[in-house]
């Protein structure tokens, strides 16, 4: 199995652009989420999702959208980039029995 | 919505000495877990506490969920340069299991 895959691992973008990032996991996972992650905030919700077809807000969704058309796939789209925006971006998916998160290796994003 | 503190923010230890980190919650907890994150890595499980009162063991590594199901702590014995990088706690309040996650505690080793 190869756990969670996000991709682009890392990626520059200029102010106003757009871009999405790429979360799947192999693992039948129903939930799915993304979390950003900046220095001495630990880890913030973005946005989450409990199944295909299901998605929902989390404590800074702002300038994010995502959707859920499979249970592999995950994905997470910036539509105008901002340099607030400029973060470590983690993909994760619950393994409900152990209550485990199973994070992807991370995308750093950088907007200038 | 629910708050995680978690202290310190950076521990600067001599290799074999002892380390803890502390989480506390404004509200009562169902659960809370620990993950480690290695310098430029990801952040990994290492447990999750779900009783009051709960004590774990992993080998150096003891994990203590408090009596009111509010705080816990992660106490290492006698550190070493394995054990780098950043802890974070990881909590889900009853009526709300989204896991809120405390601003972590930055371990360093001295040789």
């Known amino acids: 199995n190869a756990g969670v895959t996000q991709t682009p691992k890392f990626q520059v973008l200029k102010t106003g652009q757009s871009m999405t990032l790429q979360c799947a996991q192999d693992?039948?996972?129903?939930?799915m989420s993304w979390y950003r992650q900046d220095p001495g905030m630990g880890l913030r919700l973005i946005h989450y999702?409990?199944?295909?077809?299901?998605?929902d807000q989390g404590e800074v969704p702002n300038g994010y959208n995502v959707s859920r058309s499979t249970t592999e796939d995950f994905p997470l789209r910036l539509l105008s980039a901002a340099p607030s925006q400029t973060s470590v971006y983690f993909c994760?998916?619950?393994?409900?029995?152990?209550?485990?998160?199973?994070f992807g290796e991370g995308s750093r994003l950088t907007v200038l | 919505g629910q708050q995680v503190m978690q202290i310190p923010q950076y521990q600067h230890v001599q290799e074999g000495e002892d380390f803890t980190t502390y989480c506390n919650s404004s509200t009562t907890l169902s659960n809370i877990q620990w993950y480690k994150q290695r310098p430029g890595g990801h952040p990994v499980f290492l447990i999750q506490l779900v009783k009051s009162g709960e004590v774990k063991k992993q080998k150096r590594l003891t994990f203590q969920f408090g009596e009111a199901k509010k705080n816990s702590s992660l106490h290492i014995t006698a550190t070493q340069t394995t054990d780098v990088g950043t802890y974070f706690c990881?909590?889900?309040?009853?009526?709300?299991?989204?896991?809120?996650f405390g601003t972590g505690t930055r371990l360093t080793i001295i040789p």
């Open positions: 693992m039948n996972h129903e939930y």
């Open positions: 990881a909590a889900a309040s009853f009526g709300n299991e989204k896991l809120t």
């Open positions: 994760a998916s619950l393994e409900t029995n152990t209550g485990e998160l199973f």
């Open positions: 999702s409990v199944g295909a077809g299901i998605t």
